[in-house]
């Protein structure tokens, strides 16, 4: 069964603190691995797909990267508008049903303070 | 990016009642569609995949006939909630997706039954 662990669970950083957060997964032929950002009481909205090991991708204040275990999502100089929760997901490879079924993990709270 | 519309974002509903949510792909043909289900603090639950012009694919331990999932066009899928109870209330998002390597979420529906 595909596994997507998050950590930490939360995270409090200071406006300028820069940090990482961290998704392991288990998952045989990773297809894709994808973050998601989510604000209070609204939908994931897509920010990165790594598809193979060493893959790195940016997107302002954030990097996202990927090994055969684990992802990072690397966050600069944050702003507090950062905060949220962010969330990984995998897909596994085809022909296990689905060819789009995204597995999630419980994502991390994200809190830049000014 | 692209842009899935989902409405109601909010409704509340007396017990033994139905409930319907509309997902809709508002610049793209979403071949597959995808409800999922979300408690507070945790990650997102799949309940169904639906395909356009089939039956949905719904997970373990989801009841079809509780949550009727329709997709009758490329650009529409509806999840009903059919004679809801206090402990169906939770927070419904739908997903679409046009390929593998995509999937855009709606802004998600608030559902509370009293």
């Known amino acids: 069964e595909d596994q997507v662990t998050q950590s930490p669970e939360a995270l409090r950083l200071q406006e300028g603190e820069s940090s990482s957060l961290n998704c392991s997964y288990t998952?045989?032929?990773?297809?894709?691995l994808f973050w998601y950002r989510q604000d209070p009481g609204k939908g994931p909205e897509f920010l990165f797909t790594?598809?193979?090991a060493g893959e790195e991708k940016e997107k302002e204040r954030l990097k996202a990267t990927l090994t055969k275990k684990e992802s990072f999502l690397h966050i600069t100089a944050p702003k507090p508008e950062d905060s949220a929760t962010y969330l990984c997901?995998?897909?596994?490879?085809?022909?296990?049903?689905?060819?789009?079924?995204?597995?999630f993990g419980k994502g991390t709270l994200l809190t830049v303070n000014p | 990016g692209a842009v899935v519309s989902q409405h109601p974002s909010r409704v509340i509903c007396k017990s033994g009642t139905s409930v319907k949510i509309e997902c809709r792909s508002l610049?793209?043909?979403?071949?597959?569609m995808f409800w999922y289900r979300q408690f507070p603090k945790k990650s997102l639950m799949l309940m169904a995949t639906?395909?356009?012009?089939?039956?949905?694919?719904?997970e373990q331990g989801v009841e079809k006939d509780k949550f009727l999932i329709n997709h009758a066009s490329l650009t529409l899928s509806t999840l009903t909630v059919t004679s809801a109870h206090p402990e169906d209330s939770s927070f419904y998002i739908c997903?679409?997706?046009?390929?593998?390597?995509?999937?855009?979420f709606g802004q998600g529906t608030r559902l509370t039954v009293v």
């Open positions: 997903s679409a997706s046009s390929s593998f390597w995509m999937a855009f």
């Open positions: 998952v045989s032929g990773l297809r894709g």
């Open positions: 790594l598809y193979s």
């Open positions: 997901a995998v897909q596994p490879p085809r022909g296990g049903g689905s060819n789009y079924k995204l597995t």
């Open positions: 610049d793209f043909q979403a071949t597959t």
């Open positions: 639906s395909n356009e012009g089939s039956k949905a694919t719904y």
